[in-house]
């Protein structure tokens, strides 16, 4: 159970271009759920709380405007890379609350590469 | 703030070795203890976790214990394989924390034949 899908796993794109993430639960519904990024050989780095039907909540240094955030349902939350540049290349990972406790469950991260 | 220490890496065992990783934590209030693990190309698994002071969380062979008066929760596994393998990460979460999870900074682990 508490299993999350996350697609696409890798893509690359021209610089210039908006990139679109999904992250879905999959068995579960998950009222929160966390967007984070990772550069290699470091830990991650929380960039959003994203809400059912609300507004996402950024960390500082996040821009809002750069990374858009929209979790429109109870299963489904998407980040999307707005006029992606060379230095937005990560790997990012979604995760979600399990129900009823504090544990989040990871999606398998997709890796954004901007030419 | 709150925070997650861990020590650092990378750890080279040979198969059948007993690993620690210790993991130290500053909190506020209760939270819950996690360890969670990565594998290259991958996102985290949660390997075990811990949600009360002396509670033990364990999972795969590995354990490691809630320890409220040394602020620690340290990995343990007995006798390691190649397919351990991985990047560990020890994390805090609760109510205090709004939720979020504060992750140490991983530690390597690197297993040989």
């Known amino acids: 159970g508490a299993v999350v899908s996350q697609h696409p796993s890798w893509v690359i794109c021209k610089s210039g271009t908006s990139v679109k993430i999904e992250c879905r639960s999959l068995?579960?519904?998950?009222?929160?759920m966390f967007w984070y990024r990772q550069f290699p050989k470091q830990s991650l780095m929380l960039m959003a709380t994203?809400?059912?039907?609300?507004?996402?909540?950024?960390e500082q240094g996040v821009e809002k405007d750069k990374f858009l955030i929209n979790h429109a349902s109870l299963t489904l939350s998407t980040l999307t890379v707005t006029s992606a540049h060379p230095e937005d290349s990560s790997f990012y990972i979604c995760?979600?609350?399990?129900?009823?406790?504090?544990?989040?469950?990871f999606g398998d991260g997709t890796r954004l590469s901007i030419l | 703030g709150d925070s997650v220490t861990q020590m650092e890496g990378p750890v080279t065992l040979s198969e059948e070795a007993f690993l620690t990783i210790n993991c130290t934590y500053t909190?506020?209030?209760?939270?819950?203890l996690f360890w969670y693990v990565q594998y290259p190309g991958e996102g985290l698994q949660l390997l075990l976790k811990?949600?009360?002071?002396?509670d033990k969380g364990s999972n795969k062979g590995f354990e490691a214990t809630y320890r409220k008066e040394t602020t620690s929760f340290h990995l343990e596994k007995g006798s390691v394989q190649v397919s351990d393998s991985a990047v560990y990460f020890c994390?805090?979460?609760?109510?205090?924390?709004?939720?979020?999870?504060?992750f140490g900074q991983g530690t390597e682990l690197s297993v040989k034949p």
């Open positions: 909190a506020t209030g209760y939270p819950s």
């Open positions: 811990a949600t009360k002071a002396d």
């Open positions: 995760s979600a609350n399990g129900q009823g406790t504090m544990a989040q469950h």
């Open positions: 068995d579960f519904q998950a009222t929160t």
């Open positions: 994203s809400n059912e039907g609300s507004k996402a909540t950024y």
């Open positions: 994390a805090l979460g609760g109510y205090n924390q709004g939720g979020k999870l504060i």
